[in-house]
């Protein structure tokens, strides 16, 4: 009868158990899985920084300590004996009785490792596992060994007795586990990572009063009804609610990519270990942020890359000595923003890629002729490692050659709307840049139209535009064989019809038609449109899988006018109509840049008969505004443009020119440079001009004394005044209107 | 265990007959199952597809979706029509493929009766066989019955019977 009732009882606490995880177990795994990364870190950074020893070990004493007191009251035996056990070690360690070796630390890790594996198993299953195979004494034993107990009293009920051979036996039968776990501890972990999120409850905050206020302006919007008089003013707030409730719900879904960089440290010292390797690890820009989704987009590509780079690209230390190099090899892994995405490198100080042996395997491959290769610049060579099929490991080792090469990294990468680009050079070592947008989502596009269709080009492949009238249309097309080209500042830009490119009916234009200079992938071209229509931000939706084969589309997106356009995949467009890659534009960008002196700058005028320029780096946009969207505060003119509002200069009084000018013009409107700085990412601000003149190259002069601020430079050989005012001075008082 | 009998009896007669949608394309007229479908949405302008397959006719936004909309006129082989054909949405069984799918004129709903369907005659060609699941003889004529499942983009594409324009 007694037997029973416990058995019973024992049904009632354990099937709740496994049917699901409650609330506070999954609260407990969240937190456990922070604490352990935390941990993570924290060893790592031990082994490589022991001067501050101290206050490492007190951080990982606490994690494993908050393990093992919240396991313990909510009933993880398993859990809790293990904790204690780390918790123990590491209390000599903080006692200093111990000193840090590797083994200890490589003991440390397989308790982390262990921890995570029955945490993965609790948010799996909602038991911590009774079976056999999950028992610990030996991770136990292997923990007091360290600690330096002779032979560990196993004081717990019925633990196997060890016999301390036997440790050092399953010691390294672990450690191959250990090798393996990392991987299978990641995609146990995943969906939780992947399905929660912290969020600071002050955006939460924000979003809710954005939320509020976008309820009562459709409130106000129903009672007043389309035909009333203040119908416009709240269609602007509606307007800018909804700009700022996106960016706080983008604000949210950010999260910095040192939470990514965080697991790699454990994991490029294991992976150094068996490939024999020294490697250290540098990182910076940690807290560039980054769209969650994204973010667990490229987890696999860049892990991928951090892998090959230990593996393939950094040497053996033997071979680095007498390459000369320090014995030990340096893995940078670099975020930072740039224009509108987000660029992670991973750059090694190792061999390099050596061009003969891509190009030899490549022929043996298949994937390219020999006439072929002799003929590749060195870039194209590159590009070949990205070929499906393309390894160069000569030997497969366990690290690298699962079959998972570059093509895959590029494959995925380039799903989530990114780029990837190699650098290499042969001793010196290689870089890998993965190229992301911020988000997904919504982009800036222009919308052209083209045979009678709206297309959609996003504006981060948009370099410029330019307007061939038709009366210069025969001038300025010039061929050379059967292809045509454009003479864009002294270089011949290939020309793509893009009508013609899709087989469309050919609209006859009689104005004139457009070319917008589009750049992805190292391939610029022109892109010939018949007319341009307003930018904008577009959703983007994905076709079908029927469409997306067709392979110049990357989705669609719904107008404000309601009517669809599809999106045009800038890269895929420029393979379609043959446009290679281009080696030479790049090393001018970089002699430009190597040359302060000497740069390309907007001219225009903005007073009368005087000549001003500004570098072309902070203009982004060239904006027609109708003097009716120019607002005033406190006597200053103010332009709300995206979301943001910007200052605007008007040094020249152009504004007052065209006011009284035009009058009774309804129309009239201002010429505005959007500007911002794209170092230091400072608020962006509007200068009006007059009109604008010019793109050309100057040769900046010597800071002339007497001017004070004003620098002159001579741009087509005319004395012209460089706009200057981006610094941290102007951007105060303009926080201050703001 | 009569519940069980009720239900069982039910089901039958509820597969006994069909409710079908009528729809009309050259001269002929179609049936698709009205369960099949999600909403009729009209006369559409459609935004063309440039190089897509010849049975795209274009593409519908629809709740926020944008979807694929098949030319029933291209799968017959018949010309272009000079103004804009009735957009139907059809979802396929998972849900996995919504598309639309565009005819001459839609009708309205009609019975059917199951037993009544009389199978494609042999005479048919192959594209036509793919196509059609069958006739029904009805006062005005015959109405041919169409499987959604076999108009899916996807399906249509994998057969690659209806890539080349007519």
């Known amino acids: 009868m007694a037997a029973d009732k416990s058995l019973t009882a024992h049904a009632l606490f354990t099937t709740p158990d496994k049917r699901d995880v409650d609330d506070l177990t999954q609260e407990f795994i969240a937190e456990s899985q922070d604490g352990l990364d935390r941990m993570e870190r924290c060893l790592t950074d031990l082994e490589t920084r022991p001067q501050e020893s101290q206050q490492l070990v007190a951080e990982i004493f606490r994690a494993v300590h908050t393990i093992k007191g919240t396991t313990g009251f909510l009933g993880f035996s398993r859990l809790e004996k293990l904790a204690h056990a780390g918790e123990h070690l590491l209390g000599s360690l903080r006692e200093e009785k111990l000193a840090v070796t590797e083994e200890l630390i490589s003991g440390l890790l397989r308790l982390l490792d262990r921890l995570r594996a029955i945490l993965a198993l609790i948010e799996e299953t909602g038991g911590e596992g009774t079976r056999a195979s999950d028992e610990d004494s030996d991770l136990i034993a292997e923990l007091a060994a360290l600690n330096g107990e002779e032979a560990p009293a196993p004081s717990h009920e019925r633990a196997a007795p060890v016999v301390p051979i036997k440790v050092t036996e399953e010691a390294s039968a672990a450690q191959d586990e250990a090798a393996s776990a990392p991987g299978a501890v990641q995609t146990g972990a995943a969906p939780s990572s992947e399905k929660t999120l912290r969020i600071d409850v002050e955006v939460l905050n924000r979003m809710m009063n954005l939320v509020g206020e976008l309820v009562l302006t459709r409130n106000q919007m129903l009672q007043s009804g389309v035909e009333s008089t203040n119908f416009p003013e709240l269609a602007r707030r509606l307007d800018s609610v909804t700009a700022d409730l996106r960016e706080t719900v983008m604000q949210a879904r950010m999260q910095p990519v040192g939470n990514l960089f965080g697991k790699f440290p454990r994991m490029i010292r294991d992976l150094a270990r068996i490939c024999g390797r020294d490697v250290r690890i540098e990182f910076s820009g940690q807290e560039t942020g980054l769209d969650k989704s994204l973010l667990e987009a490229i987890k696999d590509p860049l892990t991928h890359a951090v892998r090959n780079a230990v593996d393939h690209g950094i040497e053996s230390p033997a071979d680095r000595v007498l390459a000369g190099k320090p014995a030990e090899g340096c893995l940078r892994l670099r975020a930072f923003h740039q224009s509108g995405s987000v660029v992670i490198e991973v750059a090694d100080d190792g061999a390099g890629i050596a061009m003969e042996r891509v190009l030899a395997k490549a022929i043996e491959r298949g994937l390219v002729t020999p006439e072929q290769a002799k003929e590749m610049s060195e870039r194209e060579a590159l590009q070949l490692i990205f070929l499906p099929g393309f390894s160069t490991a000569s030997a497969v080792t366990t690290v690298s050659g699962r079959g998972v090469g570059m093509d895959v990294v590029r494959a995925n990468v380039e799903k989530v709307g990114g780029s990837v680009e190699l650098e290499s050079k042969v001793g010196v070592g290689t870089t890998l840049r993965l190229r992301v947008p911020l988000t997904l989502a919504i982009v800036p596009a222009l919308v052209v139209r083209s045979g009678g269709q709206s297309f959609a080009l996003p504006q981060t492949s948009l370099v410029e535009l330019v307007y061939i009238p038709s009366r210069d249309a025969a001038e300025v097309v010039e061929r050379v064989g059967a292809s045509e080209v454009y003479r864009l500042r002294e270089r011949l830009l290939p020309m793509v019809w893009l009508d013609r490119l899709l087989g469309m009916k050919n609209a006859s234009v009689e104005h004139g038609f457009y070319m917008a200079v589009l750049e992805a992938e190292g391939c610029r071209y022109g892109l010939v449109v018949d007319d341009l229509l307003a930018p904008e931000e577009i959703v983007v939706k994905p076709l079908s899988a029927v469409l997306r084969e067709i392979g110049l589309f990357s989705g669609a997106t719904v107008l404000g006018n309601g009517t669809l356009a599809l999106i045009l995949d800038i890269a895929a467009v420029a393979a379609r109509a043959g446009v290679k890659p281009v080696m030479e534009e790049r090393e001018e960008e970089q002699m430009v840049e190597a040359t302060q002196d000497e740069a390309s700058f907007l001219v225009f005028e903005d007073r009368a008969r005087e000549r001003t320029a500004l570098p072309l780096g902070v203009v982004e946009r060239i904006e027609s505004v109708p003097l009716n969207r120019i607002e005033y505060a406190n006597g200053r003119p103010l332009l709300q443009y995206r979301g943001e509002l910007l200052q605007l200069r008007d040094e020249g009084r152009v504004l007052d020119e065209i006011e009284i000018a035009g009058q009774q013009d309804e129309d009239a409107s201002a010429t505005v440079l959007i500007c911002g700085d794209p170092q230091t990412r400072s608020a962006r601000m509007g200068i009006v001009v007059r009109r604008v003149l010019d793109v050309s190259n100057g040769t900046l002069l010597e800071k002339d004394a007497a001017a004070g601020e004003i620098d002159l430079a001579l741009v087509k050989e005319r004395l012209t005044t460089i706009f200057r005012g981006f610094g941290a001075g102007q951007e105060k008082d303009w926080r201050e209107v703001a | ?166």
Request: charged share 25%.
């Open chain 2, 1 to 166: 265990m009569k519940i069980v009998a009720q239900s069982v009896s039910q089901m039958q007669e509820e597969t006994e007959s069909a409710s079908l949608c009528s729809m009309f394309a050259g001269e002929e007229s179609f049936g698709i199952d009205t369960a099949k479908i999600r909403e009729v949405l009209g006369r559409r302008e459609l935004e063309r597809i440039p190089m897509a397959p010849a049975f795209v006719a274009g593409v519908v936004a629809y709740r926020g979706d944008v979807l694929t909309t098949v030319s029933f006129r291209a799968l017959l082989g018949l010309p272009e029509n000079s103004e804009a054909g009735c957009v139907l949405v059809l979802d396929d069984d998972g849900g996995h493929e919504r598309f639309g799918l565009m005819v001459d004129a839609v009708g309205g709903v009609v019975t059917v009766e199951r037993r009544m369907l009389e199978a494609n005659p042999s005479t048919l060609d192959a594209k036509c066989k793919w196509l059609f699941d069958g006739a029904y003889k009805m006062e005005s004529g015959l109405m041919i019955q169409l499987d959604p499942q076999k108009l899916r983009p996807s399906r249509l594409a994998e057969t690659g019977m209806f890539r080349e324009g007519v």
